[in-house]
């Protein structure tokens, strides 16, 4: 009977560790996912403002957007890119419930420039301060091609471009401020990026970014979103947010992010395009804007 009795103990406190060591385990789990869900979902922004769902074929909503077309000075657009932006139905439309905003390898002379590829650059006839902004996008494909997502402020003095045209610019860049909420380089494929241009961080000395790798995309539709307030923004790729800027000093040099800026979707052509590359859209499902 004893020994009987000491095999029976044995096995209770055996069973009770090993209870301990699953719930334990379970319990460390759901902290796990409690984290994550608090990290990639809290926002102060849940009022949609402003959005377009693409729904529809053929062309593009005029009153929510306008093709910036003209050439900067000197005949080239900024960064060594290659392409024409144009209006052509051809580079932008609606199908299906999506935005198709495509570059394609031909040859276009366009304002006194002749160049070899095409494709289009969206700026939106909206603007705000402050806000979450939502886009689902899957983007183009081909290592010399150079999709982004991202916003300006209206007072950016550019010629050509919608607000400029509107009488609002009066401040050159980077001074004016740009945010980048998504880029995407062909020649990295599946990195995704994340900058702020402004007086302390432009050009080729940009230190306000981060980035990360994502599975597919070019493949696949993500959601790239911005959440942005009076102290500091946040990026993010499907909830999994991957870049926050927050500068210490706030000043016109770090901060020029208290006003209204407005969206820009565009893709662009580097010198080192595939000599095979033919076209490629980036499709967009909707964007949202909220506050």
């Known amino acids: 009977m004893k020994k009987k009795s000491s095999l029976y103990i044995s096995l209770l406190v055996i069973i009770f560790v090993l209870l301990y060591i699953v719930l334990n385990d379970n319990s460390s789990a759901q902290n796990e996912n409690l984290n994550y869900l608090e990290v990639t979902t809290n926002s102060d922004y849940d ?153 302390s961080s432009y050009g080729g000395h940009v230190k306000n970014v981060g980035g990360r790798k994502i599975k597919n995309a070019t493949d696949d539709f993500h959601i790239y979103a911005l959440e942005w307030t009076s102290e500091k923004m946040i990026f993010s790729v499907d909830g999994v947010n991957h870049y926050e800027y927050n500068p210490k000093v706030k000043n016109s040099k770090t901060w020029p992010y208290d006003s209204d800026y407005y969206l820009i979707l565009n893709i662009a052509i580097e010198p080192n395009i595939d000599p095979n590359f033919k076209e490629s859209a980036m499709l967009v499902d909707y964007i949202r804007v909220y506050q």
């Open 47 to 199: 009022n949609l403002v402003w959005s377009d769902e693409f729904n529809g074929n053929g062309k593009l909503n005029s009153e929510k957007w306008f093709h910036q077309t003209q050439l900067p000075p000197g005949g080239s657009w900024w960064g060594g890119i290659i392409q024409h932006y144009t209006d052509s139905e051809t580079n932008t439309y609606m199908e299906n419930g999506y935005l198709n905003l495509v570059a394609k390898k031909e040859t276009l002379t366009d304002q006194g420039e002749t160049k070899h590829y095409t494709s289009a650059r969206l700026n939106s006839k909206f603007a705000f301060t402050y806000g979450k902004v939502e886009v689902k996008a899957k983007l183009p494909k081909g290592v010399g091609t150079w999709p982004a997502i991202w916003m300006l402020n209206t007072n950016i003095d550019e010629d050509g471009a919608h607000w400029d045209n509107k009488g609002l610019g009066t401040t050159k860049w980077p001074n004016c401020g740009e945010i980048d909420i998504i880029e995407h380089w062909g020649k990295n494929q599946d990195y995704v990026s994340s900058a702020l241009h402004n007086g």
